[in-house]
């Protein structure tokens, strides 16, 4: 079993940032991927960014303004959040698995509660 706990949500105007945190505990040396996804309300959850390995992966629309890293020492993902825009406002969702396909959902099967992220113009 793997527990993930996320933190560092909140308001912010247009054009801040925002770090999320994600606490892993349990089996985390059987996990080889960790994600971000979010769900906008009325919207399907939909893939931010992931970490497997040492490779990154991001979805068009944030690739310039996120980054997603990992420091195992504390077994904590992180996703910097840069110029964010209204569109990014959302519940973000930590994520871990053991994948070869990091974008897609189906993949992980460790998820946190979710933190919000509200974005004011």
């Known amino acids: 079993q793997v527990q993930l706990v996320e933190s560092g949500g909140g308001l912010v105007q247009a054009g801040g940032s925002l770090r999320l945190s994600c606490a892993a505990s349990?089996?985390?040396?059987?996990?080889?991927?960790m994600g971000w996804f979010r769900q906008a309300p009325g919207k399907e959850r939909e893939f931010v960014a992931a970490?497997?390995?040492?490779?990154?992966y991001y979805v068009d629309p944030v690739k310039d303004r996120f980054t997603i890293s990992r420091d195992n020492t504390k077994n904590t993902v992180y996703l910097q959040m840069n110029s964010l825009k209204p569109e990014d406002t959302a519940v973000y969702y930590c994520?871990?698995?053991?994948?070869?396909?990091?974008?897609?959902?189906?993949?992980?099967?460790?998820w946190g509660q979710g933190t919000q992220v509200t974005v004011s113009s």
């Open positions: 994520a871990a698995g053991l994948s070869n396909s990091p974008l897609n959902m189906a993949e992980y099967g460790y």
């Open positions: 349990g089996r985390t040396f059987t996990m080889n991927t």
């Open positions: 970490r497997r390995g040492l490779r990154p």
